[in-house]
């Protein structure tokens, strides 16, 4: 993680605007600096729906005193990525990133500072832990919980250690004590799809009878942490979990777990509506569910049932429209379709239409920077189909929102052939059209430009039978 120190002359200007004479008690002020800046603004979320937009100066600085503060995780956004912010009455918070290296530059200075320090610096280090999930995911159970009770421990230590350094408020220790447990637990939950894999998960049941002890504790309605990564993955994977139940009751144990099943994807809905009863919470999690249920089925009346279930359950007017934009746009995208055309930029920033890249069987992947494994694996997997399928042809999009020398410098770095490289001469419009700002989104699209399939995984093996019949086309 990269420390910088603010300038003089940004501390005077700081402080100097905090005439707080006859401020309100519940101000906040936040400002700071942004190096490097994709944007001239950027956005704090306050509320559901209320967005405050903080234009940067000559010198890329901003500022904003924001009244009636209550203490909260609040979301703020530059460039297409996020962070949060915790806030509370009287601070007066200050930072300062680099938008080539985000999270990692990320440093706050003022009142109130040494709290975000502190969680910034626990987010970096859970996603540094997350990258090694595959090797404890491989331990036994009772090894996996071990490791996890241990690495919890430190982290509570740490944490009281830096409360008797810092006397903090209980808002910050709640916040805090909340992310170590809901990683731990997020772990827990997501274990047995690691350990046993889709072909013996049905072995999910053999867990230790106390494996699942912690969901006692379990705040399905912590609305202090509607904006937490941390909470917002471990209840996804705990509903992921919680539907195996009755997926396994209806279902040919001895089959490899189909995580495309109707009845599975409505389960989930059905236990997510029932349990959480904070609506921002709840409706986040109904949106995220049905949008990858819906990404994966190709019969109408399967989608026509999930749409009906999550209009049901939702209460957010906007998230009902968003999804049924969905919908319509997937029909347009079923196999048999014509690929909607665009307009792509090549490496040498020559613009090709879609369909005119298109005479022979195709595979069209997405891929960011953000996602640098996923990207390796995405380029030599198909690299390995072309070398096996010389008639095949691959057409790869970057979707990064960057400046269009960023996804250049990616290439030249992992020294890949920029041959078959594009990204979307409209970004927005090219997400929109192809619903995809997902790295995982495939399309198998014939020679004459028709879909054969969009579905999400490279290494299902749906995908493997419709790549089969693509290459027999021919």
């Given at each position: 993680?990269?420390?910088?120190?603010?300038?003089?002359?940004?501390?005077?200007?700081?402080?100097?605007?905090?005439?707080?004479?006859?401020?309100?008690?519940?101000?906040?002020?936040?400002?700071?600096?942004?190096?490097?800046?994709?944007?001239?603004?950027?956005?704090?979320?306050l509320e559901e729906g209320q967005v405050d937009t903080m234009y940067l100066d000559e010198e890329n600085r901003f500022f904003k005193k924001i009244d009636h503060v209550e203490s909260g995780l609040y979301a703020f956004l530059h460039g297409g990525?996020?962070?949060?912010?915790?806030?509370?009455?009287?601070?007066?918070?200050?930072?300062?990133?680099?938008?080539?290296?985000?999270?990692?530059?990320?440093?706050?200075?003022?009142?109130?500072?040494?709290?975000?320090?502190?969680?910034?610096?626990?987010?970096?280090?859970?996603?540094?832990?997350?990258?090694?999930?595959?090797?404890?995911?491989?331990?036994?159970?009772?090894?996996?919980?071990?490791?996890?009770?241990?690495?919890?421990?430190?982290?509570?230590?740490?944490?009281?250690?830096?409360?008797?350094?810092?006397?903090?408020?209980?808002?910050?220790?709640?916040?805090?004590?909340?992310?170590?447990?809901?990683?731990?637990?997020?772990?827990?939950?997501?274990?047995?799809?690691?350990?046993?894999?889709?072909?013996?998960?049905?072995?999910?049941?053999?867990?230790?009878?106390?494996?699942?002890?912690?969901?006692?504790?379990?705040?399905?309605?912590?609305?202090?942490?509607?904006?937490?990564?941390?909470?917002?993955?471990?209840?996804l994977a705990h509903f992921n979990n919680l539907a195996l139940s009755s997926y396994y009751k209806n279902t040919d144990q001895h089959k490899y777990f189909d995580r495309q099943s109707l009845n599975y994807n409505l389960k989930k809905l059905e236990?997510?509506?029932?349990?959480?009863?904070?609506?921002?919470?709840?409706?986040?999690?109904?949106?995220?569910?049905?949008?990858?249920?819906?990404?994966?089925?190709?019969?109408?009346?399967?989608?026509?049932?999930?749409?009906?279930?999550?209009?049901?359950?939702?209460?957010?007017?906007?998230?009902?429209?968003?999804?049924?934009?969905?919908?319509?746009?997937?029909?347009?995208?079923?196999?048999?379709?014509?690929?909607?055309?665009?307009?792509?930029?090549?490496?040498?920033?020559?613009?090709?239409?879609?369909?005119?890249?298109?005479?022979?069987?195709?595979?069209?992947?997405?891929?960011?920077?953000?996602?640098?494994?996923?990207?390796?694996?995405?380029?030599?997997?198909?690299?390995?189909?072309?070398?096996?399928?010389?008639?095949?042809?691959?057409?790869?999009?970057?979707?990064?929102?960057?400046?269009?020398?960023?996804?250049?410098?990616?290439?030249?770095?992992?020294?890949?052939?920029?041959?078959?490289?594009?990204?979307?001469?409209?970004?927005?419009?090219?997400?929109?059209?192809?619903?995809?700002?997902?790295?995982?989104?495939?399309?198998?699209?014939?020679?004459?430009?028709?879909?054969?399939?969009?579905?999400?995984?490279?290494?299902?093996?749906?995908?493997?039978?419709?790549?089969?019949?693509?290459?027999?086309?021919?």
């Open positions: 993680m990269k420390f910088y120190i603010i300038p003089l002359i940004v501390s005077v200007f700081f402080t100097g605007c905090m005439d707080t004479t006859l401020a309100p008690e519940d101000y906040a002020y936040f400002g700071g600096e942004i190096i490097n800046p994709k944007k001239n603004y950027v956005t704090l979320h990525e996020y962070q949060l912010v915790l806030l509370e009455p009287k601070d007066s918070i200050m930072l300062r990133l680099n938008t080539l290296d985000f999270d990692e530059s990320l440093v706050f200075t003022g009142i109130g500072s040494k709290k975000n320090n502190y969680l910034i610096k626990s987010f970096l280090e859970d996603e540094n832990e997350d990258m090694h999930k595959k090797e404890f995911f491989q331990m036994p159970p009772e090894e996996f919980e071990s490791y996890l009770n241990t690495k919890k421990e430190e982290k509570l230590a740490h944490l009281n250690e830096f409360l008797e350094k810092y006397p903090s408020s209980d808002f910050f220790k709640n916040i805090a004590e909340a992310n170590i447990n809901y990683n731990t637990y997020f772990y827990k939950e997501a274990y047995p799809f690691g350990y046993f894999g889709d072909s013996k998960l049905v072995h999910y049941k053999d867990l230790p009878e106390h494996f699942y002890n912690f969901r006692k504790d379990i705040n399905y309605n912590f609305k202090d942490l509607r904006e937490c990564a941390t909470y917002n993955r471990f209840l236990l997510i509506d029932s349990l959480v009863n904070v609506d921002p919470i709840k409706n986040y999690l109904l949106k995220m569910n049905v949008r990858e249920s819906l990404y994966m089925t190709d019969t109408p009346s399967e989608t026509n049932q999930l749409l009906a279930s999550y209009l049901q359950k939702t209460t957010s007017d906007i998230d009902k429209k968003d999804i049924k934009t969905v919908v319509d746009k997937l029909n347009r995208l079923k196999p048999g379709q014509p690929i909607p055309d665009l307009t792509l930029i090549n490496f040498n920033d020559e613009p090709h239409s879609l369909k005119s890249l298109i005479d022979k069987p195709t595979i069209i992947y997405f891929w960011s920077s953000n996602f640098d494994l996923n990207h390796k694996n995405l380029y030599y997997r198909t690299k390995k189909l072309q070398d096996k399928y010389p008639d095949l042809n691959i057409i790869a999009i970057n979707i990064n929102d960057e400046n269009n020398m960023y996804w250049k410098n990616t290439l030249k770095r992992t020294k890949f052939t920029p041959q078959n490289e594009y990204r979307f001469e409209n970004l927005n419009e090219g997400i929109k059209t192809l619903i995809t700002n997902s790295v995982y989104t495939i399309f198998l699209v014939d020679g004459s430009g028709q879909i054969i399939s969009s579905k999400n995984s490279l290494y299902s093996e749906e995908f493997q039978s419709n790549f089969e019949k693509l290459v027999a086309q021919k």
